[in-house]
């Protein structure tokens, strides 16, 4: 269905040609919230530039927009106001048969994308034998959310887990379980993620102060890239490790990647250096190979180059990812290739496109963007720490969040007087408290920093998970309460809207699609929390103000559709951003 301004536009496209000619046809109409609700709910500014153009006073051209516009099945009389706006008031009628028009689809009114595109959507990405972070939790969040809406739209996704599988730090960590624990290298679940963590860590501080160490090091790489079986099983075992974690995290959060780690890209490097150098871009700088692309400079203002090859003949993550370019574009087809990262990778994504562009890998009709974000901060407003100083540990804050929950649930019960069983507590505390962590993060323009805090995000009120959760269960009573059957509700039922209220809710469950369809342009997930969050406070105010289970047929139908419609929005939306919804909580 076309929006309601997309509707306006048409109007008026018409119109400016029937006044001053075909030329005018694609003048833009500047439509506009109406910046007052009185005024009505739209404004047309395109007066005041046109009677430029034209060379007559604007409240003139106004009034000849107006003999010429068709609108009267949309909106009241236009009126004019101040040097040139013309104000536009929605008709009840229209609005009605426009709710009645989404409440029969079962896609709420939102298209389809015409063109339907093959999008690579790189996002989680952690790092074998290291913990995921909170960085890492972003991404997954944010690249989840984005994968679910551009799929909803029709689009086919590929969810690429990046993982950071390769490179000289397996050297380093083989060599050092050789000496320390061999057996872990032969056998399975011999060491959890923790331990793996440490030892690590051990084996980069070896390496940092021992020369003879850091040889067999070196020697380990050389035979993982030589693809000796030994060293290859020790490193499938140590991926398999770390990946049993992260799955645990990724079956919490109910997240589905494909993984294609870095090592994916291994037989690839070769021919990337090589094409650039056949391209003659390479530049030979202290012995490693690399491009020089205009717009990047160090702090001293020197041109900083993007190193793909080097010295030792190595590549690196540059390299990785430049090959990850090419065979997105050339083998899966992407059209859109998306990198959700920290803002810190902003200047790696920039050099690595701009050198791709360069080399001429990046056709005119594919896009390629980053989707940066910011930090998560504790409470006192630094990065986020546990109180020992290390980072938090995935895992832990996520269990912290239920328990919370948990607990909020079982006192909201003794003050209730109500009895459920250990399995619906369970249940609820699990979604409420993953839930409010997804949605707190969701909920910022993904450029900022946030600060964490299990408070603000588990709180009833305000723009949280529960919140929403709370206005969809809301429904869900009214409907088990009244034994509605929303499923059989909506066919040939007329929408009566009358009271402010209900025209307010209405006008608001109308702009779900304009909202959808910025997402897919800007990719800020934000946007949907905002728009649901707004939804749950007109709701509640339509609640409040009008009678539903005890008015009249044929108002009481009418309300009963537009709760079921909320509701439908909220589930929908919650689940674009990767949240389930509750019937009861
Ligand atoms: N593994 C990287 C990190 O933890 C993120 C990878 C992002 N994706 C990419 N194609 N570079 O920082």
Known sequence: MNSIAQQLKARFEKAFTAAFGESYAGADPMLAAASNPNFGDFQCNAAMSLGKKLGKPPRAIASTIIENLDISDICETPEIAGPGFINLKLKPAYLEAQISAIAADSRLGIESAKT???????????????????????????????????????????????????GTQFGMLIAYLREVHPEALTTADALDLGDLVAFYRQAKQRFDTDETFKETARQ?????????????????????????????????????????????????????????TNLGLLVESDGAKCVFVDGFTNKEGEPLPLIVQKTDGGYNYATTDLAAVRYRIQKDNAKRLIYVTDSGQANHFAQVFAVARKAGWIPEDVEIVHVPFGLVLGEDGKRAKTRSGDTVRLRDLLDEAIVRATKDLEDRLVTEERHETKEFIANVGRVVGLSAVKYADLSQNRASNYVFSYDKMLALQGNTAPYMLYAYARVQ????????????????????????????????????????????????????????FELSQKYNQFFEQCQVLKSEEPLRTSRLILCDLTARTLKLGLELLGIKVLERM
């Open 220 to 276: 380990e790489v050389v035979k993982l890239q030589a693809g000796a079986e030994d060293t290859r099983h020790a490193w499938k075992l140590l991926c398999d490790q770390s990946r049993r974690e992260f799955q645990v995290i990724y079956d919490l959060l109910d997240i589905k990647l494909t993984e294609r780690g870095e090592s994916f890209y291994n037989p690839l490097l070769p021919a990337v250096v090589e094409d650039l």
């Open 477 to 532: 009573g009214i409907r088990r309460k009244g034994e509605i059957d929303f499923e059989n509700l909506d066919a040939g039922a007329k929408v009566i809207l009358q009271s402010d209220a209900e025209l307010v809710l209405a006008k608001h469950l109308l702009q779900f699609n304009e909202v959808i369809n910025a997402v897919e342009g800007d990719l800020l997930p934000n946007r949907i929390c905002q728009y649901l």
């Open 116 to 166: 339907p595109q093959t999008i690579a959507i790189d996002f989680s990405s952690p790092n074998i034998a290291k913990e995921m972070h909170v960085g890492h939790l972003r991404s997954t969040i944010i690249g989840d959310a984005i994968a679910r809406t551009l799929e909803f739209q029709g689009h086919d996704v590929l969810r690429i887990n990046h993982i950071g599988d390769w």
